[in-house]
């Protein structure tokens, strides 16, 4: 299978930067993906990444090496309802693989 | 209005009993998935289905049953045969490949 890994829980303060890493296997590789999800609600899509670089989209931003099986979602200018869970999945060649979720803290 | 609608939103269930779950999408997409989701775990496949009377087992699949007999429709039955079928369930879909997936509002099962 597939092994993803991202931190459990990360704190920061409502204004500040926030980068929330993730590693993946590299074999069958086909895409990255970050999704945000808030308590009790459905995931949403925020990014994909297929090639190596960072791609801006807002206050959010995600980044891909594909050599170090590594990517991150990068949020700036937090806000109080960026508080949420934030997961990595991993592209298959027809499914994606999640991982078990970042929850983020934004304090006042 | 296009989307994916999943329901009920909250579901109770004894213990012993088989529970269906729907899921209904008129996106046009031809792929749909379900995940379960437990207390700060992630989302782990159950079933999933490329195309309309077809699916193949996901990660979890025991204890659960699918069919794919419309496009538009891909309830996932929970049998007396899941050990632990208290959860929040997710379906999704795809227009195809492992690309992005839009998820529906989800279930969540209680069974007691």
């Known amino acids: 299978g597939q092994n993803i890994d991202q931190p459990t829980e990360m704190t920061a303060t409502e204004g500040a930067i926030v980068q929330i890493n993730c590693t993946y296997q590299?074999?069958?590789?086909?895409?990255l993906f970050w999704y945000q999800q808030h308590a009790g609600e459905a995931p949403t899509f925020l990014s994909y990444?297929?090639?190596?670089g960072l791609e801006e989209k807002g206050r959010f931003s995600s980044f891909l090496s594909r050599s170090k099986g590594y990517s991150y979602l990068l949020l700036k200018e937090l806000q109080m309802k960026d508080s949420a869970s934030y997961l990595c999945?991993?592209?298959?060649?027809?499914?994606?693989?999640f991982g078990k979720g970042t929850m983020l803290l934004v304090s006042p | 209005d296009g989307g994916i609608t999943q329901s009920p939103k909250y579901l109770f269930r004894k213990e012993g009993q088989n529970v269906t779950l729907s899921c209904e999408q008129n996106?046009?997409?031809?792929?749909m998935y379900w995940y379960r989701q437990d207390p700060g775990q992630g989302l782990r496949l159950i079933y999933y289905?490329?195309?309309?009377?077809?699916?193949q087992k996901g990660d979890i699949a025991e204890g659960y049953s699918v069919s794919r007999e419309k496009k538009e429709s891909f309830p996932l039955t929970v049998t007396s045969a899941q050990k632990n079928p208290t959860a929040f369930y997710l379906c999704?879909?795809?227009?195809?490949?492992?690309?992005?997936?839009?998820f529906g509002p989800g279930t969540r099962l209680t069974v007691t």
């Open positions: 996106l046009n997409h031809d792929a």
């Open positions: 999704a879909t795809t227009s195809g490949g492992a690309y992005e997936q839009y």
């Open positions: 590299t074999s069958g590789f086909n895409g």
């Open positions: 289905s490329q195309i309309v009377n077809d699916f």
């Open positions: 999945a991993q592209g298959g060649y027809s499914t994606l693989t």
């Open positions: 990444n297929v090639l190596d």
